[in-house]
């Protein structure tokens, strides 16, 4: 039974799904990252928020990890590489808390406006200063806004009905997507010069880290007010400081800072300054929502090996995974196969599918090749990790998809560019949806690929098959299973032996020294 660690505050949905779903549940909190790493080997699935950080040292001792659901949007919490390169899938909830967010901006560009928090303190300390607070309203303001993706969206579509003209900061907006929110695409410059409220939507990248610095702020319009409930680190927060207090800044709301939890910031006290403590997705309905979509995609997963809304693998449907599953079977034995004959030689490699196959998600197709494939240089190999590693070995992965009718019902086939020239094996799936190798280099042949076994070419001649068993049977090693294959008679021939035992070096050299042998190779699979 597959065993899950809720390592943060999470909605009491996501174990009881865990648990319904058969998966033994865990929920531990508030652990230091020592502590985390003293348990984490023992679980299959890690559920956090944000405060949980999947360093590489956690993942390293994450021994049986397959899976880190993020309850929520923002995985920098979460070290990608490390866990792609651990074979760990990382998923996240990529809607379930943004219409909370975006209210929250909302909320914060409200509270500015009309300086809320601090005339409720100075209201409850019986000052009664009415003159004191004088606001803005927001209608026919200009709010900008730096990303324009699901929060960012949903802030336009409030903010102009609030009546305020809404413009937008964003590389990978559209005019299309612009014209739908009802937004003006603009450069960054130009929101500074003309924004009075500035909000941000974007995640921390190297592109958007400091996106508001102190140069930005500087080309920012006088009394402009900022609202922050995307990630501490997009607004210098010393350079805040300053215009806050030169009046420059009119006003500024982080929900996020550059160190959380921010229990010191000299941001604190500022007048016109506004924190809350990264409560962006903090509402019942967020947390029911993002609780019960990590636990039942990590079940999905776990149980049947669907993936959804991974940042570090195609997805796959729950549904759409045991179809696939005995073709990722079969792919990868044919990797694996390819792998252990042609190696470190492969340059380029090419997955086509043909048949039933070509009406299926050729991505996790492609990735059980390559894993297998990949398997001959790493251990720890699998569909996350290989196609990262394929790349570093400057591997070029190409997808072919035939509409033809070929011999076979459905077709994998997986080609390989060589130092000796291209090689290629192809397997189908039998009815009961056995894999079955139908060709390897050119030569028909139909084996199973399982457990150890030999792959022997030779010259096609009477007397081969006798001197063969003898040499075997000699060394004590029992032949499972026996193909083969050949181009034609007295040809070439292609053996395919299931042995119950392993063949050492010793035995292999006897077998390359027999006459007529061109090739032995030993090879294993599962
Ligand atoms: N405060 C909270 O509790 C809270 C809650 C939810 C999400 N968030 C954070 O809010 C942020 C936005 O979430 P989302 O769901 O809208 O993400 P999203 O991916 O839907 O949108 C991000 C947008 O930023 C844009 N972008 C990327 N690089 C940019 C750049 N250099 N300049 C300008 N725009 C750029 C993207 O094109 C995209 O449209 C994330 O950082 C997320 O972690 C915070
Ligand atoms: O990216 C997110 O989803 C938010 O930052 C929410 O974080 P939290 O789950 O810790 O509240």
């Avoid at 230091?32 to 956090?48: P, Q, R, S």
Wanted: glycine residues 10%; negative net charge; contains cysteine.
């Amino acid at each position: 039974m597959p065993k899950v660690l809720i390592s943060d505050k999470m909605d009491p949905k996501a174990a009881q799904i865990f648990r319904e779903r058969g998966i033994e549940v865990d929920e531990i909190t508030g652990k230091t990252k020592d502590e985390l790493i003293a348990i984490i080997g023992g679980y299959d699935g890690l559920a956090i928020r944000s405060a949980t950080k999947v360093t590489k040292e956690v993942l390293a001792a994450a021994t049986n990890l397959k899976v880190v659901g993020r309850a929520g949007i923002g995985v920098d919490n979460v070290d990608i590489p490390a866990a792609s390169a651990a074979g760990v899938v990382v998923m996240n909830t990529p809607f379930g808390n943004s219409i909370t967010t975006a209210e929250h901006a909302i909320a914060l560009m409200f509270a500015l406006a009309r300086q809320l928090p601090e005339a409720d303190a100075s209201t409850q300390a019986g000052k009664w200063e009415k003159n004191r607070f004088m606001g803005v309203e927001l209608t026919a303001k200009t709010l900008g806004l730096i990303g324009a993706g699901n929060i960012g969206s949903i802030v336009a579509d409030r903010a102009l009905g609030l009546k305020m003209k809404v413009i937008a900061y964003d590389p990978f907006l559209t005019a299309e997507r612009a014209l739908e929110l009802g937004v003006e695409k603009v450069e960054l410059d130009q929101l500074l010069a003309r924004a009075d409220f500035i909000t941000l939507h974007t995640p921390l990248t190297d592109q958007t880290r400091n996106i508001l610095s102190r140069e930005a702020l500087a080309k920012a319009k006088k009394g402009v007010r900022i609202i922050n409930c995307a990630r501490g680190g997009l607004v210098d927060e010393v350079a805040l400081k300053e215009g806050l207090d030169s009046g420059h800044i009119g006003g500024a709301a982080l929900d996020v800072f550059v160190e959380e939890p921010a229990k010191a910031s000299p941001l604190f006290g500022t007048p016109n300054f506004i924190s809350t403590p990264h409560l962006g997705a903090s509402t019942t309905e967020a947390q029911v929502n993002v609780a019960i979509q990590v636990a039942e995609q990590m079940a999905d997963f776990l149980i049947a090996g669907g993936v959804t809304n991974a940042l570090n693998m195609p997805s796959l449907s729950a549904e759409e995974a045991p179809k696939l599953k005995p073709y990722m079977a079969l792919a990868e034995r044919l990797g694996s196969l390819l792998g252990q004959l042609a190696g470190d030689a492969i340059r380029g490699v090419a997955i086509e599918v043909e048949g039933a196959a070509a009406e299926l998600n050729q991505k996790p197709i492609t990735g059980a090749v390559l894993a297998g494939l990949m398997r001959v240089y790493s251990d720890t190999v699998n569909m996350v990790n290989a196609p990262t590693l394929a790349r570093e070995r400057g591997l070029d992965v190409r997808e072919v998809r035939h509409d033809r009718e070929g011999d076979y019902h459905t077709l994998v086939r997986v080609s390989a560019e060589t130092a000796e020239g291209p090689r290629s094996v192809a397997g189908t799936l039998f009815g009961n949806g056995a894999p079955r190798l139908v060709e390897i280099f050119g030569i028909k042949v139909e084996a199973d690929l399982a457990g150890p076994m030999l792959y022997i070419v030779n010259e096609d001649a009477p007397g081969f098959i006798g001197r063969l068993g003898t040499t075997l049977g000699q060394a004590g090693v029992n032949i499972g299973t026996f193909h083969l294959g050949r181009r034609a008679a007295g040809g070439e021939a292609v053996l395919l032996l299931s042995v119950d035992t392993a063949v050492d070096e010793a035995l292999l050299a006897d077998l390359r020294a027999l006459p007529g042998v061109r090739t032995v190779h030993a090879l294993r699979f599962g």
